[in-house]
Structures are given as C-alpha cells and as structure tokens.
C-alpha cells in the first residue's frame, strides 16, 4: 500500500459527519480560549484545522499524519491541564475511553467495516471534548 492510499475510500455521507463533528473540536477550541488563553488553546486549534483539512480529502495520509501529531499533543495538553486542577481521574478515564475506541474505530476501518469504523470515530469525538470541557471547566 502506498503512503498515498487510504484503506477505502468513505462514503460522502461518513465524510461528511466526521467532517461536521469537528465543529466539536472548534467549540472545544473557543472554549478553552474563553477559559485560559491563547497558548493554551493551540493544540486544540491546529488540531481542528488539521482535521478539517483531512477530512475534506480522507486519502491523504500526510495530513494524517499531521492530524495525529496535533490529536496527540492536545490530548496531552488536556490531561496535564486536568492534573493542576485536580480533575485527572475523570479526564484520564475518558482519555483511554476514547482511545479504546479510536482502536476500535482503526480495527474496523481495516477490516472494511466502514460504518462500524464511523461509529467508533463518532465517539471518539464525543468523549474526547467532553473531556476537554470537564479539564478546563
């Protein structure tokens, strides 16, 4: 397989929901903006971006890649913000929730199991900005 080359190619509709939670991401974004400051916020940011420009072209495995770094840093960002404020159990918790199910979603994408993979990646978003929200709260 070529770096170029995705598992499958999504359906327009799947694009379109992962593609339409990252506004989870942006208001995730503006709300630690709102709460700390811009530095903070950073990780979050450029993943957004990132994400949005994966999405409107999932066959891209550089901005994958990209994608994953700024997924990774804002996860880490989180939990070590959620650590000074005493809200780590939680956040942790969520945190390997939400890679339990990345894991998940990859399992299935590579067994082709599209809608299942959508799914799993469905949650992710949600449980990794509940987590945001809960650590910057």
Known sequence: MRITESYFSYKSHNKMLIYNLNSLNVFGTLYIFYKCDLLHCLPNMLMSITTALFW???????????????????????????????RDHIVCSLTLCTMFLFVYSDYFKKKKHETKSIICHSFTYLLGNIGVLIAYS
Request: proline share 3%; charged share 20%; net charge positive.
């Open 56 to 86: 409107e072209n999932p066959k891209n495995n550089y901005i994958r890649k990209y994608d994953y770094i700024f997924v990774i840093l804002s996860i880490i960002s989180a939990n070590m913000y959620s650590v000074t404020k005493q």
